[in-house]
């Protein structure tokens, strides 16, 4: 009976982790299409879908080729309960060509005079908070000629 | 929300050109409009599997975006429809409804309207399957657009510009970043059947030479920082035509 009772509350805790987390990720779109998208209207936006729920002290990373003779807006954008979103770009290297670090920028905007692949990496600053939040972090990209 | 999880993770996103991205490119380098180079509308109906249906989807949206890129409005509207049917097919038609198509009429002479109402669209339609956890399908449908740009750059390759067949080397940057993004779903038969199909073309793109470089970074007179450097990119006549087979062949036996 205690064996079936065990497996009754795991199988509702998983069914109560996956809604929380498909709640979760239905959030992050409408937060995506509300509060990022009209940061790209001048742009061409790229359709991909980046976009995660994360909590302080993740990291998420894209990598993307970006075309010579064009201009480009990158964003990063970040459900404000996880504080200011840092993030670097990195050539195919791996070295630095930006730090937003000190900027207080949620983009960088950029022109590319020769093809290359890139990196960009974003770090959700660690929180002392005793209750943790987690929150839509989203790197979009538009282009323009 | 409050979080039980705390351990930190890195989430890694690959991504590629959208097919409006592409066509923008193609355009630029001075390819021609060819309506007879574009898959069949009225094939759309014919593919019965979840796989064909999501590869020629991103097929169909290439199509459209190419259409919509050369101001060929009648067939952006036509390629939107059969990309309703295919979304329909998938569960998700209802992001190309009726109201979105009329509302694509409505614009049908306002380039910057269309390309907005086609990219707005595909990204809801990627941010969808996600989130019903078919990351594959969305997968196969950038495989499908992807590998569309690359067929038609290709279809007509005498007199080409050289900034087309550069544009067409760079893509081998491009396959790179849709090898990794296919590798970064868990393996699915539909997908590692699309890997397989992608390596003939792999081998063809081997033959564009990459030189790399550092990048560097400058700020133009306007204050916008400019990022150069990085690789050289040559591609030899011979690479191109190996290219413009090998895509061809995987582009009809998903297309057929």
Request: a negative charge; hydrophobic letters at 40%; charged letters at 20%.
């Amino acid at each position: 009976m205690k064996a079936i009772q065990h497996i009754t509350l795991a199988a509702l805790a998983t069914v109560f982790a996956l809604g929380l987390s498909t709640d979760a990720t239905a959030q992050c779109r409408s937060f995506t299409k509300k509060r990022c998208l009209p940061k790209l209207e001048e742009y061409v936006q790229n359709d991909n879908y980046n976009t995660a729920v994360l909590i302080p002290g993740d990291e998420a990373e894209l990598s993307l080729t970006f075309f010579g003779g064009r201009a480009y807006r990158l964003l990063v954008c970040g459900h404000p309960v996880l504080g200011d979103l840092n993030f670097q770009v990195l050539d195919a290297r791996g070295n630095g060509v930006y730090d937003s670090t000190d900027k207080d920028m949620s983009h960088f905007d950029f022109r590319v005079a020769n093809t290359q692949q890139m990196t960009v990496r974003v770090q959700v600053p660690e929180s002392s908070a005793a209750l943790q939040h987690e929150g839509c972090v989203s790197i979009m990209v538009g282009s323009k000629s | 929300m409050p979080t039980t999880r705390t351990n930190a993770l890195k989430k890694i996103f690959h991504a590629v050109p959208s097919p409006i991205e592409t066509a923008l490119l193609l355009e630029a380098s001075g390819v021609n409009f060819s309506t007879g180079d574009l898959h069949d509308p009225a094939k759309a109906s014919g593919y019965a599997t979840t796989g064909s249906q999501a590869v020629n989807l991103g097929v169909y949206a290439g199509d459209l975006s190419y259409a919509t890129i050369f101001n060929r409005n009648q067939e952006a509207i036509e390629y939107l429809n059969v990309a309703r049917r295919l979304a329909d097919e998938l569960g998700v038609g209802d992001l190309i409804d009726s109201a979105l198509i009329a509302r694509a009429e409505d614009n049908r002479q306002v380039r910057d309207s269309l390309i907005h109402i086609v990219t707005s669209t595909f990204y809801a339609l990627n941010a969808r399957l996600k989130e019903n956890g078919m990351e594959d399908v969305s997968g196969l449908i950038a495989a499908g657009g992807w590998i569309e740009g690359v067929y038609l750059g290709t279809r007509n390759l005498d007199g080409a510009t050289q900034d087309l067949k550069v544009r067409i080397a760079e893509q081998k940057l491009t396959l790179d970043n849709l090898m990794s993004l296919l590798g970064s779903y868990p393996s699915t038969e539909d997908l590692a059947a699309m890997i397989a199909s992608l390596e003939p073309v792999e081998t063809a793109f081997a033959g564009v030479s990459i030189v790399d470089h550092a990048a560097t970074t400058t700020t133009a007179d306007d204050g916008m920082i400019v990022i150069s450097g990085g690789p050289e990119i040559t591609i030899s006549d011979e690479t191109l035509a190996a290219i413009a087979t090998a895509i061809s062949e995987v582009r009809n036996h998903y297309a057929n």
